[in-house]
């Protein structure tokens, strides 16, 4: 049971244009909203989050949009660079369950 | 402020032994989650503590238990080894329940 899904498991981007990364989750109870990024060998690194009452939240070049109906989170990075190659995760919870359920993943190659 | 810290970083077992893993949370934090990450599956709830208490369990055998101490300090064990077992073990702390995670840099297990 895939609460949460990231359909695309990789991505090629040309550096400076926009990459977008998209994750569904299933559950509607789920409030809050958060991106992670994960080099080779490190622990996941926390990006940037949203909370259901909101629709965008924006942090220098990354936006992270919310479609609660469409229950669809996206990631916007713009301009891309080399050093934004990694694998990025999605990271949905509620206030009434507290753990967090992460997406596979998906792997954003720049390409110079 | 130190960040999470995971012991040891890698380690070799042989199916049907033990293992105890540690992780120790940043400085206040008293949240403390595991996670699993292999290839293809993202990073798979374990469990996460709080205040030396259990709060969630994820989908996983009774081999995989855990602990927190007092100060915080978590430690994971998995019992009777598999081979399918071989992972990185990400733990994640936080200063309040449902906020961002902060992850250590892992623990790679690799059961032989």
């Known amino acids: 049971d895939q609460q949460v899904k990231q359909n695309s498991p990789s991505l090629s981007v040309q550096e400076g244009r926009i990459s977008i990364l998209n994750c569904d989750y299933t559950n509607s109870m789920f409030d809050y909203f958060l991106w992670y990024k994960k080099y080779p060998a490190e622990g996941p690194t926390f990006l940037i989050s949203?909370?259901?009452?909101?629709d965008k939240n924006e942090d220098g070049r990354f936006t992270v949009f919310l479609n609660k109906s469409a229950k669809h989170l996206s990631l916007h990075i713009v301009p891309s660079q080399p050093g934004d190659s990694a694998v990025y995760f999605c990271?949905?919870?509620?206030?009434?369950?507290?753990?967090?359920?992460f997406g596979t993943g998906t792997r954003l190659t720049i390409i110079p | 402020k130190a960040g999470v810290t995971q012991t040891p970083r890698y380690l070799i077992k042989t199916r049907g032994q033990q293992v105890t893993l540690s992780c120790s949370p940043i400085?206040?934090?008293?949240?403390v989650s595991w996670y699993q990450q292999t290839p293809g599956q993202g990073l798979q709830f374990l469990f996460e503590y709080f205040s030396e208490t259990q709060r969630n369990k994820g989908n996983f055998p009774g081999r995989f238990s855990g602990r927190q101490f007092s100060n915080s300090r978590s430690e994971m064990n998995v019992s009777t080894l598999e081979l399918g077992d071989s992972a990185l073990y990400l733990c994640?702390?936080?200063?309040?329940?449902?906020?961002?995670?902060?992850f250590g840099q892992g623990t790679r297990l690799t059961v032989v």
């Open positions: 949203i909370s259901s009452i909101k």
């Open positions: 400085s206040g934090h008293r949240s």
């Open positions: 990271a949905v919870g509620g206030f009434g369950n507290e753990k967090l359920t």
């Open positions: 994640a702390s936080s200063p309040h329940r449902n906020t961002e995670a902060f």
